[in-house]
């Protein structure tokens, strides 16, 4: 699989799954706009790879849960890349866990509108562009929490199931214009979103996936390499489970 010539827009782009989704987009070929929110560090750390990559990667922050914001990066970054942008991956997305009784107001709204208002808005002006081209590959990252709601998750659960209703609908909405629209659901993944995991609780996560181990966050870059890729034409409103069969 080959992306010469093509241009993505990863969001969370400089962080875990989102990262390794860069890197590996970068790798085979493709220029990368990197989406963060606040950490510079973060940022400049993904730069630091540019040499292996010819400099296919740079990086911008943008806060996907502001409407106005997000429009005016995809008028930046249509403007500003020739051939305009074939390749969405969203993979932003936050957590604030709270059990539904005890949670509040903010804590239920700050996660919706980054993990699903985000998705919107990005997929919206993405969207835009690529139906005049005819050609587009949108991938929204979601998780198992999508389909069985975890305890202490009411808001991010709700958030990850309207990504897939979301997908599912835009993949209809475009499937006549050569626009595909899937969904990736990562289960236990060894990021620095586990990294604070007490021995006993990983243990007791490692038990239950089927495989007997937590995922790799390049596992979760190639599987939306997959996606992402021509060859991938005739798949549009899937959930790719990456979950080692959980």
């Known amino acids: 699989m080959s992306f010469e010539g093509q241009t993505a827009v990863v969001t969370g782009g400089t962080r875990g799954l989102g990262r390794a989704v860069s890197l590996d987009l970068a790798a085979h070929g493709c220029r990368v706009l990197a989406i963060y929110k606040s950490d510079e560090s973060a940022a400049r750390a993904l730069l630091t790879e540019n040499s292996r990559f010819d400099g296919r990667i740079s990086t911008e922050k943008v806060d996907v849960a502001d409407y106005d914001e997000v429009r005016a990066f995809w008028e930046r970054a249509e403007s500003g890349v020739q051939g305009g942008v074939q390749i969405l991956v969203h993979a932003s997305g936050i957590r604030r866990d709270r059990v539904v009784a005890m949670m509040t107001r903010e ?140």
């Not at 990850?160 to 909405?173: D, F, M, P, Y």
């Not at 604070?196 to 939306?224: C, I, M, N, Q, Y």
Request: aromatic share 8%.
């Open 107 to 246: 804590e239920w709204r700050e996660v919706l509108s980054t993990n699903l208002d985000g998705s919107f808005h990005m997929a919206k002006y993405a969207t835009l562009h690529m139906l005049s081209r005819r050609y587009g590959r949108i991938v929204l990252v979601t998780s198992p929490a999508r389909e069985h709601g975890f305890e202490g998750q009411g808001n991010y659960s709700a958030s990850k199931a309207g990504q897939v209703g979301l997908a599912r609908s835009l993949a209809r909405e475009t499937a006549s214009r050569g626009i595909t629209v899937n969904c990736v659901s990562p289960g236990f993944i060894d990021t620095e979103l586990l990294a604070d995991l007490d021995p006993e609780t990983r243990k007791k996560h490692v038990a239950s996936v089927p495989l007997k181990r937590f995922g790799r966050a390049e596992e979760v870059a190639f599987a939306v390499r997959m996606l992402v890729s021509r060859e991938a034409s005739y798949v549009t409103g899937s959930v790719l489970d990456v979950s080692g069969g959980l």
